[in-house]
């Protein structure tokens, strides 16, 4: 199994240039999300999904979108980016409440985004 | 609210030395504990976890316990390595009705010097 993967690696954008970054597990995991990740802050949820054709906001959603056409992949969208949304972008799923009853998330390696 | 606090980084070792890395929690409800470790250039990955009080997280020579009593997740490890150099994250999660919720420390960058 390949995990939870991200594409791209590295990015950069300039202000005002949109772009889409993906997420794919093969974990079959009903639950995935996106968080940003910036000095000495943590991780912050921007979206996240709980299952197909389902999404909702997180802690710092404005800027972003996001889809979820199939279980397995969760797309990220800057419809115009801000040099503010220079971060490294992590994705993660696990399993719903069924299936676990534990909160434990698999990540991807990050995507590394910089805005000009 | 949630909120995760954890000692300031960077911390710097010798080789072989004792590593303790200070985390406390705030929380409503029974939370989940993690310590999750990102290796440079890497995603995070769960270091270790537990789910109740007085229960022992333990992988790879490092440990925490969950001590309800003084709102804490302390990690520690006997001797550190070289390889262990990264950042260690302190983490709750909570069991919501639509989606697990979990809320990060802001990380503690380890250097361990040979």
């Known amino acids: 199994n390949a995990g939870v993967t991200q594409t791209p690696k590295f990015r950069v954008l300039k202000t005002g240039q949109s772009m889409t970054l993906l997420c794919a597990q093969d974990?079959?995991?009903?639950?995935m999300y996106w968080y940003r990740q910036d000095p000495g802050m943590g991780l912050r949820l921007i979206h996240y999904?709980?299952?197909?054709?389902?999404?909702a906001k997180g802690e710092v959603p404005d800027g972003y979108n996001v889809s979820r056409l199939k279980k397995q992949n969760f797309l990220l969208g800057l419809e115009s980016a801000a040099p503010s949304q220079t971060s490294v972008y992590f994705c993660?799923?696990?399993?719903?409440?069924?299936?676990?009853?534990?909160?434990?998330?698999?990540f991807g390696p990050g995507t590394r985004l910089t805005v000009l | 609210g949630n909120s995760v606090t954890q000692m300031e980084g960077p911390v710097t070792l010798s080789e072989e030395a004792f590593l303790t890395i200070n985390c406390t929690y705030t929380?409503?409800?029974?939370?989940?504990l993690f310590w999750y470790v990102q290796y440079p250039g890497e995603g995070l990955q769960l270091l270790l976890k537990?789910?109740?009080?007085?229960d022992k997280g333990s992988n790879k020579g490092f440990e925490a316990t969950y001590r309800k009593e003084t709102t804490s997740f302390h990690l520690e490890k006997g001797s550190v390595q070289v390889s262990d150099s990264a950042v260690y994250f302190c983490?709750?999660?909570?069991?919501?009705?639509?989606?697990?919720?979990?809320?990060f420390g802001p990380g503690t960058s380890l250097s361990v010097i040979p």
């Open positions: 993660a799923s696990n399993p719903s409440y069924r299936d676990s009853s534990y909160n434990e998330q698999f």
């Open positions: 974990m079959n995991h009903e639950y």
């Open positions: 999904s709980v299952g197909e054709g389902t999404t």
């Open positions: 929380a409503t409800g029974y939370p989940s």
């Open positions: 537990a789910t109740k009080a007085d």
């Open positions: 983490a709750l999660g909570l069991k919501k009705t639509s989606y697990d919720k979990v809320i």
